[in-house]
């Protein structure tokens, strides 16, 4: 009966991550579920510059300007992911030595399609992952060619070249401490340098088993102190274990990692399902706690069978993360957190 979007009006912005097959309107029950049910799109890869710049001098803006068009259509938000990141990386920049090259293609990548659509996106994740996890700066292409100024640039370019578009820092991992003391240390280095930030953005990408609750709440908390927004841009709440020391999921040290590969493939059983409620519940009751401190939370996917999670860390497992199954059903963590919010 119910809708995310209805029930979360006044709260906050309700989002979900979408592809190409999504915005050429093929499924007309996703398409529903997605009008019903969010305010807000993220393309969940076809804004990433190894699909908008596949060569130095050739940009192709088919499938986003498509995205940006469904979504005027439907009356959806967009939020833009993302401008500079050291993954999913054209080959001509991973391919480049020296610094002259990465600096042309930094400054002309982000004026080029941050200048396309300003105003037309609601915000942009202008840097992606920027940090390691004890708090460093992450050892990519750009800090290595560009300095660890690269982050403040980026945002300063981003700023001239779309000053109608909000911006946004965005990492996983940025609730555990020393990851968020770094992610503290670079957002107040953007506004000691004078550059516009409006916000940050959590990814969200948990495990069932691991929720870090304590550590969500003290970063919302610490984030919104800085006088910026806080956003949970890619929600998803894995099912199954992950290896460990894996990058953007769960910390789950000591799981047979190997075994529990794929256990679940004839569905889920009834006491997974429950802790996968309950963890929505707890996230949502948070969020609802601190919801004049955040702005957005975005799903990272509409249903299971769409979740990068069935492919990572290796392909082909049957992950059950997100509030929509297979069949698109809503399950019964969907159900939950509309009551969390009807209860609240
Ligand atoms: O489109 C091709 C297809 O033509 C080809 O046959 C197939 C074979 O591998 O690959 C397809 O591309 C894949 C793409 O997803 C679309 O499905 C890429 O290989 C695959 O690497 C890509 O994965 C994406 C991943 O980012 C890339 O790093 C995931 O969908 C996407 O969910 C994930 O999203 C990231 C966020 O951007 C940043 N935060 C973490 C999050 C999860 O990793």
């Not at 009966?1 to 009006?9: A, E, I, P, V």
Request: with cysteine.
């Amino acid at each position: 009966s119910g809708t995310l979007k209805d029930t979360f009006k006044g709260n906050f912005t309700i989002g979900t991550a979408i592809n190409a097959d999504q915005i050429r309107e093929r499924d007309p029950v996703c398409g529903k579920i997605i009008t019903d049910n969010f305010d807000a799109v993220t393309p969940e890869n076809i804004m990433k510059a190894e699909v908008i710049h596949p060569e130095w001098d050739r940009y192709d803006f088919s499938l986003s300007d498509k995205l940006v068009d469904y979504a005027k259509k439907h009356n959806l938000e967009v939020n833009g992911h993302t401008l500079i990141w050291h993954s999913q990386l054209p080959s001509f920049v991973r391919r480049m030595k020296d610094a002259d090259s990465v600096r042309q293609y930094f400054t002309n990548h982000i004026k080029t399609v941050a200048s396309r659509y300003d105003g037309k996106l609601e915000s942009w994740d202008v840097v992606n992952e920027a940090l390691e996890e004890d708090g460093s700066m992450r050892r990519s292409i750009f800090l290595e060619k560009l300095g660890d100024n690269f982050v403040v640039e980026a945002f300063k370019l981003a700023r001239q070249a779309s000053p109608n578009t909000k911006l946004y820092y965005n990492d996983y991992n940025i609730e555990e401490p020393a990851k968020r003391a770094g992610a503290i240390r670079l957002i107040k280095k953007i506004q000691a340098a004078g550059v516009h930030i409006d916000g940050v953005g959590i990814q969200g990408h948990w495990n069932i088993n691991h929720i870090p609750l304590k550590h969500i709440e003290d970063a919302i908390t610490e984030f919104s102190a800085l006088g910026i927004k806080v956003a949970f841009t890619e929600l998803d709440l894995s099912v199954l274990p992950s290896p460990p020391n894996a990058t953007g999921a769960d910390v789950n040290q000591n799981v047979q990692y190997d075994a529990k590969l794929n256990p679940y493939t004839e569905g889920l059983p009834d006491s997974v399902q429950q802790k996968l409620t309950d963890g929505y519940a707890s996230l949502f009751r948070l969020f609802l706690k601190h919801s004049d401190k955040i702005g957005r939370i975005t799903m990272w996917g509409v249903h299971d069978g769409q979740s990068w999670l069935n492919n990572w860390p290796v392909m082909g497992r049957t992950n059950y993360p997100l509030l929509f199954d297979r069949q698109l059903k809503p399950k019964p963590a969907f159900y939950q957190v509309l009551k969390i919010k009807e209860n609240y």
